[in-house]
C-alpha cells in the first residue's frame, strides 16, 4: 500500500513538473519571419512594429492580413498582402544602407571633441553647413561620408 501511494505521489508530482514546463515554454515563437532575427524578443518585435506604425501612420492591418475566422488579431505570418513584401524590401534596404555607410552601427562612436578648426584656425564652435575639421578622443575608424551629429551633455538639476 505504502509503495503505491508513492508511485502515485511520484506520477502526480511528475504530472506538474511536466506541466510546468509545457506552460514556460517561450511564447516568442514567431512564424515566418524572414528578415528579421528569428530570436527577436516579444518586446522587442513589437517595438519595431509600432515604429512602423508611428512612421507611416498606419496600423497593423495595412502590411498583414485580416484575421483568420474565430480569431482577434490579424494574421500575422500571412504573405497575402503585398505591403508586406514592401516593408520586407524596405528593411533589407535599411539594413544594406546602415551596414555600407555606419557600419551596420546606427551609432558607431562616442567621444569628446579634443580639437575644433575651421579655415586651419582653432575655433571654439562651428555653425551649421559649415565644414571644419575635428579630433575625438578615442575614436579614428572613420569612413568616407561618414555623418557626424554632436550633442552637448547637460546635466540634469
Known amino acids: 500500500m505504502k509503495v503505491s501511494?508513492?508511485?502515485t505521489v511520484l506520477f502526480v508530482l511528475s504530472v506538474f513538473?511536466?506541466?510546468?514546463?509545457a506552460a514556460t515554454k517561450p511564447e516568442d515563437d514567431f512564424k515566418n519571419l524572414k528578415v528579421?532575427?528569428?530570436?527577436?524578443?516579444?518586446?522587442e518585435l513589437n517595438k519595431v512594429?509600432?515604429?512602423f506604425n508611428d512612421a507611416l501612420g498606419v496600423k497593423c492591418?495595412?502590411?498583414h492580413a485580416k484575421p483568420k475566422e474565430g480569431e482577434q488579431h490579424p494574421d500575422f505570418a500571412s504573405d497575402e498582402k503585398p505591403e508586406k513584401s514592401i516593408a520586407r524590401k524596405m528593411i533589407k534596404m535599411t539594413n544594406r544602407i546602415n551596414k555600407k555607410f555606419f557600419?551596420?552601427?546606427?551609432?558607431?562612436?562616442?567621444g569628446k571633441i579634443t580639437s575644433l578648426q575651421r579655415d586651419k584656425k582653432t575655433v571654439k564652435e562651428?555653425?551649421?553647413?559649415?565644414?571644419?575639421a575635428f579630433m575625438v578622443d578615442g575614436f579614428s575608424e572613420w569612413s568616407p561620408d561618414d555623418r557626424v551629429e554632436c550633442f552637448i551633455d547637460?546635466?540634469?538639476k
Open 103 to 110: 557600419h551596420g552601427k546606427t551609432k558607431v562612436g562616442e
Open 36 to 43: 528579421l532575427p528569428k530570436n527577436i524578443s516579444h518586446d
Open 61 to 63: 492591418n495595412f502590411c
Open 126 to 132: 562651428v555653425f551649421t553647413g559649415f565644414e571644419c
Open 154 to 156: 547637460v546635466p540634469k
Open 17 to 21: 513538473v511536466v506541466i510546468g514546463i
Open 5 to 7: 501511494k508513492r508511485i
Open 49 to 51: 512594429m509600432h515604429s
